[in-house]
Nanobody, 122 residues
Framework: QVQLVESGGGLVQAGGSLRLSCAAS??????????MAWYRQAPGKQRELVAD???????NYADSVKGRFTISRDNTKNTLYLQMNSLKPEDTAVYYC??????????????WGQGTQVTVSS
């Protein structure tokens, strides 16, 4: 019902920056996105929350990215962003976008993007 498409991943040297985007789309006549989030999964590790943001703009960050990453969203475009600065090799992972909310006024959804690879070289 709700499709999420990420973009902006790539290869960057340690200390560099990347900006991820996640665009949400739907064929439903109405959509109300509550919380949007970025997760990441490194090889051999569990998926972990990087940051999330409510529709009102309240944010939450993993301790490992505080002060380096900034999550934001454009509610008019149903788009989520993650500005990643001072990247470290340990930030290397597949980054996934997640969104929860309602379509058709009352139908809940919880959608994931396909993931985008971020690789930080030392």
């Amino acid at each position: 019902q709700v499709q999420l498409v990420e973009s902006g991943g790539g290869l960057v040297q340690a200390g560099g920056s990347l900006r991820l985007s996640c665009a949400a789309s739907t064929t439903a006549f109405s959509i109300n996105i509550n919380t949007m989030a970025w997760y990441r999964q490194a090889p051999g590790k569990q998926r972990e929350l990087v940051a999330d943001i409510t529709s009102g703009g309240s944010t939450n960050y993993a301790d490992s990215v505080k002060g380096r990453f900034t999550i934001s969203r454009d509610n008019t475009k149903n788009t989520l962003y993650l500005q990643m600065n001072s990247l470290k090799p340990e930030d290397t992972a597949v980054y996934y976008c997640n969104a929860v909310g309602k379509v058709y006024v009352a139908r809940d959804f919880n959608s994931w993007g396909q993931g985008t690879q971020v690789t930080v070289s030392s």
